[in-house]
C-alpha cells in the first residue's frame, strides 16, 4: 500500500504561481514513476505532467509545457508540481498518481496503482 497526500491547493489571481506537493509513503519512492493529473469543470481527468523515478525525465501535456515544472525529492519522498503563469482554464482538482507496478510513465489515468485524494486550485481572472 501507497498512501499520497496532497497539500499546496488554493486560490490565486490569473498569472500568479502555486506549488502543489505531494508526500508519499513507502521506502521504496524512489523506484515510482509519479504523475499529476487533473480534472476541471465538465471534464473528465486528464494527465498534466509525469517523471521517471530518478526525476530526470519529464513529460508534460501540451496545455502546461513551459509553464508547469514537475520534479521529486526522494529524500524526502516528495513530488511537486510547480504552477507559474497560472489561467483560469488551469481551474481544477489537481490528483498526484504513483505507478507501484509497471515501472514506465504513462499518460493513462488506468496505469496508475495509488491516487492522492485531490487539492482544488482555482485562479480567477
Not at 511537486?80 to 490528483?95: C, G, R
Not at 504513483?98 to 480567477?124: D, K, P
Request: charged share 15%; aromatic share 12%; proline share 2%.
Amino acid at each position: 500500500q501507497v498512501q499520497l497526500v496532497e497539500s499546496g491547493g488554493g486560490s490565486v489571481q490569473a498569472g500568479g504561481s502555486l506549488r502543489l506537493s505531494c508526500a508519499a509513503s513507502g521506502r521504496t519512492f524512489s523506484t515510482y514513476p509519479m504523475a499529476w493529473f487533473r480534472q476541471g469543470p465538465g471534464e473528465e481527468r486528464k494527465f498534466v505532467a509525469g517523471l521517471t523515478s530518478n526525476g530526470v525525465i519529464t513529460y508534460y501535456a501540451d496545455s502546461v509545457k513551459g509553464r508547469f515544472t514537475i520534479s521529486r525529492d526522494n529524500a524526502k519522498n516528495t513530488v511537486y508540481l510547480q504552477m507559474n503563469s497560472l489561467s483560469p482554464e488551469d481551474t481544477a482538482v489537481y490528483y498526484c498518481a504513483a505507478r507501484v507496478i509497471g515501472g514506465l510513465v504513462s499518460m493513462t489515468e488506468s496505469a496508475y496503482n495509488y491516487w492522492g485524494q485531490g487539492t482544488q486550485v482555482t485562479v480567477s481572472s
